[in-house]
């Protein structure tokens, strides 16, 4: 259903920029705006894991600094059946983690000290379940083509400005130039954020299928969500263009599941999240709910409580 969705809102988008671009610059106009956005997009979708990483500071770990966190992964992504991303740790107290990448071979996923620190091993396998769901689910090209078409549509409402009372496929003159100068971008940026949510509610499912009990993200999620309004991440605040990519909404002063919100409400997902895991207890769901960290055991204590650790095989 999130796919069907997720399908019907970038026709939305791609219908909507068509109809901008047309009665603004005609064929022409539209083109040079499409070609604008998608060269910008285009340079972003192959920088910016790099880019991002680099922005919050994130360090890469492997099997010898960080064999617990690294061998988590390594299961889920093997259960998912991606390759192994490459794994960070970011040093900021509030919990979160995202996943980037321009595709499953090319990918990577980071989580802060304040969720490998805060959050038990089953919700850390429930949260980085989610993201490598994200991968998995080649989300980043998807949100790559949403913000070309949403840049492009933007554009297009700048040349609205210049050209759009002049234009002979417009037949509103200067008073729909304005119209669309004003509305058309608010309405991409709307579908936009609605594609955002569909992918989360996507990932969170995927997520809890990978790990195999819903419950250990629905959990992680009340716990980070709970714990990002009182723990602030500057460098999240500087960028908010990246608030996007994370689990939970890194920023204060963020909306319930609004038109105008990035993420679901995590009221909604956990809710979503404790239906699926009530369908698989009474299927046959019900007998995969061992831990994914299990294998990876060995190579260090990992508490089975939330509570502050030691970076320790976490990193």
Request: aromatic share 6%; with cysteine.
């Amino acid at each position: 259903m999130n796919y069907f969705k997720t399908g019907l809102l970038l026709a939305a988008l791609t219908g909507l920029f068509g109809a901008v671009g047309f009665l603004i610059g005609g064929e022409a106009g539209m083109l040079i705006a499409l070609g604008i956005a998608a060269a910008m997009n285009l340079f972003a979708y192959w920088n910016s894991d790099r880019m991002v990483l680099s922005m919050y500071g994130a360090r890469e770990v492997d099997a010898r600094t960080a064999p617990e966190f690294h061998g988590l992964v390594a299961e889920l992504a093997q259960r998912a059946g991606i390759p192994m991303p490459r794994v960070y740790v970011i040093d900021n107290d509030q919990p979160n983690a995202f996943a980037t990448g321009r595709n499953p071979q090319n990918a990577a996923v980071a989580a802060t000290t304040g969720l490998l620190h805060s959050l038990s091993r089953e919700e850390i396998a429930g949260v980085m379940a989610h993201e490598i769901a994200h991968i998995r689910n080649r989300d980043t090209l998807i949100m790559t083509v949403t913000a070309t078409l949403a840049g492009a549509i933007g554009m297009l409402a700048n040349f609205a400005m210049f050209f759009g009372g002049s234009s002979r496929n417009n037949p509103l003159g200067i008073v729909g130039s304005i119209a669309i100068m004003i509305l058309a971008p608010i309405a991409a940026m709307l579908v936009q954020m609605a594609i955002s949510r569909s992918r989360e509610y996507a990932a969170d499912r995927a997520g809890a299928e990978i790990c195999g009990e819903p419950s250990w993200l629905a959990s992680a999620l009340q716990r980070i969500s709970s714990q990002a309004q009182r723990v602030p991440n500057e460098q999240a605040e500087g960028n908010p263009a990246t608030a996007h990519m994370f689990i939970i909404n890194p920023l204060h002063g963020r909306g319930m599941d609004s038109l105008f919100s990035t993420h679901p409400s995590t009221e909604n997902r956990v809710a979503a999240l404790m239906q699926l895991a009530g369908g698989l207890r009474n299927g046959a769901g019900a007998g995969r709910r061992h831990a994914p960290a299990a294998t990876a055991a060995g190579r260090g204590a990992v508490p089975q409580s939330g509570g502050r650790r030691n970076r320790g095989p976490w990193g």
